[in-house]
């Protein structure tokens, strides 16, 4: 847990990579055509636009779409 701690590098691509899973989970627990998945796939293209906007470290698995 504390690795990398006060490095706002590390801490943005942890986020990243934590944030990145909470939508893996959410494809893979909800069915295509569900509302839940539908809406998770809308944030998290917005997310990954204002990551990206802002300049911020992006994590080699997110690739874009």
């Not at 701690?5 to 989970?25: K, T, Y």
């Not at 055509?33 to 796939?41: F, I």
Request: glycine share 6%; with cysteine.
């Amino acid at each position: 847990i504390l690795d990398g701690v006060g490095d706002p590098q590390h801490s943005a691509l942890q986020v990243a990579e934590d944030v990145s899973l909470i939508f893996q989970n959410c494809r893979a627990y909800n069915p295509a055509g569900d509302e839940v998945r539908a809406t998770g796939t809308m944030v998290e293209a917005m997310i990954r636009s204002k990551w990206e906007n802002a300049e911020l470290p992006f994590p080699k698995k997110w690739r874009k779409r």
